[in-house]
């Protein structure tokens, strides 16, 4: 087979795999007109809470997980404690975890340097579309390109919409009462998730044990534990509906 040919060959899958990534960047689009706005917003907290300029940009840019950033900023700007802040985002996190196992056999025959980047910028959004393509395709796909152009398409505009919140929010009067956006924020967040029994279960056990325990448990503990005991209902009534 002649060198040619395999220069060919490249060239093909070299197209195929920008087309499978803009065809993955199209397909999230219309949900940036939900995601963008509420970036902005949480750049507001962020200025708020006394986050820096460069504290921001790399809170952004270390953390690509909307809900546990939101979280976070809350817990910062509540002074909790340091490993209560990491604990809330690892938990929050878990379910990359879920993510990861169910693309090994999708993206396990590429280079270490691919999978670390689509684990580094994927999220909930770009993960359900990707799967969802897959399925539609039947796998007849270049899933790696499509996951990263999607990813991609929702990460950049989200870090961009922090970054103009965060320097907007240079300009609004710190006596502007904002915090009431914080949880109108991360409810916008969570309510696309809430599709199945486990999901529902946990943030109904979650939200009230969360507004009895914050205020009665000190150095924002009841935060934590309120997570805690949405995670173990949701694992408890998945379980039970798998089983059924």
């Not at 990491?86 to 990359?96: E, G």
């Not at 796909?141 to 152009?149: E, P």
Request: hydrophobic letters at 55%.
């Amino acid at each position: 087979m002649t060198e040619a040919h395999f220069s060919g060959k490249d060239a093909a899958s070299s197209r195929g795999a920008l087309t499978d990534a803009l065809r993955g960047a199209r397909a999230v689009l219309p949900i940036l007109v939900g995601i963008v706005p509420f970036a902005v917003v949480l750049g507001f907290i962020m200025k708020q809470t006394g986050l820096t300029s460069f504290e921001s940009g790399f809170f952004s840019l270390s953390l690509i997980a909307g809900t546990s950033q939101v979280a976070t900023v809350h817990l910062f700007g509540a002074d909790a404690p340091f490993l209560v802040i990491v604990a809330t985002a690892v938990m929050l996190n878990m379910r990359y975890a879920m993510y990861s196992l169910s693309l090994v056999p999708l993206l396990g025959h590429e280079p270490w340097w691919k999978r670390l980047l689509c684990a580094y910028v994927i999220s909930d959004q770009s993960y359900a579309f990707t799967m969802a393509e897959v399925e539609t395709t039947g796998g007849q796909m270049d899933v790696t390109a499509f996951l990263l152009g999607a990813s991609l398409a929702i990460f950049l505009p989200w870090a961009a919409g922090i970054s103009v919140g965060y320097h907007v929010g240079a300009v609004i009067p710190a006596s502007l009462p904002l915090d009431f956006t914080l949880p109108l924020v991360f409810t916008a967040l969570l309510a696309p998730q809430m599709k199945d029994r486990g999901r529902i279960g946990a943030a109904a056990v979650a939200a009230p044990a969360a507004v009895v325990l914050v205020p009665a448990v000190p150095l924002q503990l009841g935060f934590l534990a309120a997570l805690l005991l949405g995670v173990a209902a949701g694992v408890l009534l998945d379980g039970k509906g798998r089983a059924s």
